[in-house]
């Protein structure tokens, strides 16, 4: 059965901080990676796709290593409104995604 | 633009009962998915669709049915409804299948009871 881990969380930060998010997928296949965001009892959103190359969008920064198996997500310079779970997703086949179970970040004042 | 609309957004069954979740997309996207969430769980795929008159099984279909006999929409049947299935349910479409992500729907919380 293929899956997606994810650290365990939550994530208590104060606002101004760096915080860093792993994952890692077992499927050697997969092409498509996706970090989403979900706030509570809301669906999840796309956040941004991961590039071989890395990829950054405003202080959210995405890395994959595929030798590894693993992709990042670093947030910089949080925000109260930054707090939600942050999901990992990779696709299985053409077809489908698979979720990780979340992160849960918290931002404090 | 209305995206992916999911209805109704809250629903209680008493076991036994059968409803159908309601899922219409205006994006003229050909993939379309059913998933489920429960509490501190990660999203489990039950039924999916590449296609009008086309549909799959994902990791948990058991007690749900599906149909897709338009683009915009894929009906989620459950028959015989158990506690087990007290969940949230969220409707996704995308373009391309899993290269450009998913649209998500708003979900539908389920309680049996």
């Known amino acids: 059965r293929k899956e997606v881990e994810q650290d365990p969380g939550p994530f208590n930060v104060p606002e101004g901080a760096t915080v860093a998010f792993n994952c890692t997928y077992s499927?050697?296949?997969?092409?498509?990676f996706f970090w989403y965001r979900q706030d509570c009892r809301k669906e999840p959103k796309l956040l941004m796709s991961?590039?071989?190359s890395g990829n950054e969008d405003g202080r959210f920064t995405a890395q994959l290593n595929r030798a590894s198996q693993y992709i990042s997500l670093l947030i910089r310079d949080s925000k109260l409104s930054d707090s939600a779970t942050y999901l990992c997703?990779?696709?299985?086949?053409?077809?489908?995604?698979?979720f990780g179970k979340g992160t849960m970040l918290l931002v404090s004042p | 633009n209305a995206g992916v609309t999911q209805t109704p957004k809250f629903r209680i069954l008493k076991i036994g009962q059968s409803m159908t979740l309601q899922c219409t997309q205006d994006?003229?996207?050909?993939?379309m998915y059913w998933y489920r969430q429960d509490p501190g769980m990660g999203l489990k795929l039950i039924y999916y669709?590449?296609?009008?008159?086309?549909?799959d099984k994902g990791e948990v279909p058991n007690g749900y049915n599906v149909s897709r006999s338009t683009t915009e929409d894929f009906p989620l049947r459950l028959e015989l409804a158990a506690p087990s299935q007290t969940s949230v349910y969220f409707c996704?479409?995308?373009?391309?299948?899993?290269?450009?992500?998913?649209?998500f729907g708003s979900g539908t919380r389920l309680t049996v009871v």
């Open positions: 996704a479409s995308s373009e391309q299948g899993t290269h450009y992500g998913y649209t």
């Open positions: 499927n050697s296949a997969s092409q498509s």
């Open positions: 991961v590039y071989s």
């Open positions: 997703v990779v696709n299985e086949g053409y077809s489908t995604l698979t």
């Open positions: 994006m003229n996207h050909n993939y």
């Open positions: 669709s590449v296609g009008a008159g086309i549909t």
